[in-house]
């Protein structure tokens, strides 16, 4: 039966959020079916994926409605909620919507994506074990970066990256949910097969959006994924900040800082506090506490 749903003005609720907040890490479920060489479908997701923002903005504007989702009234194959999943409750066009979310995504890059399933990894069911997992061990991790040995490209450039082993609570996730074409039921021509069937659902989706006000680099975007671009083609669209040269940048300010400091008479409180107010900055924006250490004088 289709679910009843209903928008609520914000002003109803006390003490609503408002104005802009802080995201660490912005997710994507999505409903998949089991996945099989006998029955090969888009069931290719291991636990989490990490996406590149260009990447994660694409999901976001498909937005695939999966498998047995309760709020499908229609059974012709995957469907879409529409740009953002909220397309439903929205007003306007899809584009200035499109428009939206990718400045969000272009101008903030710190925030990591992760793409997360739901129902089915492969041909094992899991329900939404896979999205309490990657919230549990995230959490745990906090704010530091994956090292490039701790990531490996996915077989299927639209899933990003996926993760070379992953352990929580002492015990590793064995590698047939991390890279799903290892599982013996699937192996790599079914999840070929499925890579394909999630590469003309996004071709499908995408041709919604190809308006002459869409942002020019959304364009770009959307054309690398319709000429079935590679990972880091994504990656290049909308590159990370340079966090070595933040880094240094963050180095300097803390030993001018310091100079400062001490060329006041001893004990002079204010200097170190401001110090210490940037020092706890950098490591609240994601900073490595190794590279302040690095500082001379610093310890």
């Keep these: 039966m289709p679910q009843p749903r209903l928008i609520i003005p914000r002003r109803a609720f006390p003490g609503v959020v408002e104005g802009a907040v802080t995201v660490d890490i912005r997710s994507f479920g999505v409903r998949t079916p089991p996945c099989t060489r006998e029955k090969p479908t888009y069931g290719i997701l291991g636990v989490f994926h990490i996406l590149p923002p260009a990447l994660a903005w694409l999901w976001r504007l498909v ?35 499109a428009n939206l979310l990718l400045s969000q995504f272009a101008e903030n890059t710190r925030m990591r994506h992760i ?73 790599e021509t079914a999840y070929d097969q499925g890579a394909e069937i999630l590469r003309a659902f996004f071709h499908q989706c995408l041709a919604d959006f190809q308006e002459s006000d869409l942002d020019p680099l959304g364009r770009q975007i959307i054309q690398c994924c319709l000429d079935n671009g590679k990972l880091e083609d994504y990656e290049q669209l909308i590159p990370p900040r340079n966090r070595r040269l933040e880094g240094r940048k963050a180095l300097l300010e803390v030993s001018a800082l310091q100079t ?27 900073g490595r506490e190794n590279d302040l250490a690095l500082a001379p004088g610093f310890g």
């Design 63 to 97: 937005s695939p409605r999966g498998h047995a989702n309760p709020s499908i009234v229609d059974t012709a194959g995957m469907t879409s909620e529409g740009v953002g999943s909220y397309w439903p409750f929205a007003t306007g066009r899809r584009v200035d919507q």
């Design 115 to 187: 793409l997360c399933p739901n129902q089915h990894i492969g041909a094992w069911r899991v329900g939404f074990m896979p999205q309490w997992i990657a919230r549990e061990y995230l959490a745990r991790r906090g704010v530091a970066r994956f090292r490039p040995d701790q990531l490996r490209p996915a077989r299927c450039p639209l899933l990003g990256h996926t993760l070379h082993q992953l352990q929580v609570e002492g015990r590793f996730i064995t590698r047939w949910f991390l890279q799903v074409e290892s599982q013996p039921e699937v192996g």
């Design 260 to 286: 400062r400091g001490a060329s006041r008479v001893a004990g002079d409180r204010a200097a170190s506090a401001e110090c210490m107010r940037f020092i706890a900055a950098w490591r609240k924006a994601g």
